[in-house]
């Protein structure tokens, strides 16, 4: 299984990263990659750097499994487990490609406080607010289960508070300053990662 999960992985990172940034790039001239935000120890540099560490900690929990460094959390170590988490991680890389799409030409990754970008609501985005962070979870949540070690748990917690960083602190009060009232209507009515959940 560890094998099925850095193929998984291989996958996503070349939809969700790979071939997107160069569509992007093809439609529009940029690769839509923004950087890190904040200065180096604020929350917001965290939230990048943390989503960073992430990824990082996904490619390599599988291999130091193979390895034998780490072993498997015991109760979550069976098959019918593994399988459920690599059809989620399935799910999560559909899901993940299908929201960028809906997002078209305002997808980023990353906030340029100098850039205004059309604020998308329709597709995905008229179901949850965050439909490609909601992808990436699941995406997350299968891939762990895939491997269930410790390391692999970890670096799923630390993708879960990134991800909430990174939304809250960063994306959020960016596009309420951009968007003004357009924002919080969709912020009243939509919810964050799942529907109806997260509306303020």
Do not use: C
């Amino acid at each position: 299984m560890p094998i099925v999960a850095l193929v998984l992985f291989t996958v996503f990172a070349l939809l969700g990263f790979g071939w997107r940034s160069w569509e992007q790039r093809r439609r529009t001239g940029s690769t839509g990659f923004k950087g890190i935000s904040g200065r180096p120890g604020s929350v917001e540099w965290f939230a990048g750097v943390g989503f960073i560490i992430s990824m990082g900690v996904a490619v390599f929990e599988p291999i130091l499994q193979i390895l034998g460094v780490v072993l498997p959390v015991s109760f979550l170590h069976a098959p019918w487990i593994q399988v459920t988490g690599t059809a989620v991680a399935a799910i999560g890389i559909a899901a993940t490609v299908y929201a960028q799409l809906d997002m078209g030409e305002s997808w980023r990754i990353g906030v340029d406080k100098s850039e205004t970008t059309t604020l998308v609501r329709t597709g995905a985005f008229g179901w949850v607010r965050n439909p490609i962070f909601t992808a990436m979870m699941t995406f997350g949540l299968g891939f762990a289960l895939m491997t269930p070690n410790p390391v692999a748990l970890a670096g799923f917690v630390l993708l879960v508070v990134t991800i909430e960083l990174q939304v809250r602190v960063v994306e959020e009060p960016y596009l309420l300053t951009t968007h003004g009232d357009a924002y919080r209507d969709y912020l009243a009515g939509v919810g964050r990662f799942v529907p109806r959940v997260g509306r303020t």
